[in-house]
């Protein structure tokens, strides 16, 4: 199972896959990109994905 980890990384939020731990690519988004992809998903956006 794959679980994301979200970090503040100064004016950007990290975001990793933590089963490869440190061998990861961090992809980094603004919070307001992260603000709205999870207001997008809170209202199904994404639901056709899985």
Known sequence: ?????????G????IRDSKLGSDSPVLQFTPAEIAAMLD???????DRLI
């Open 40 to 46: 997008g998903a809170t209202k199904g956006e994404f």
């Open 1 to 9: 199972m794959t679980v994301c980890q979200f970090a503040r990384l």
């Open 11 to 14: 004016p950007v939020i990290g």
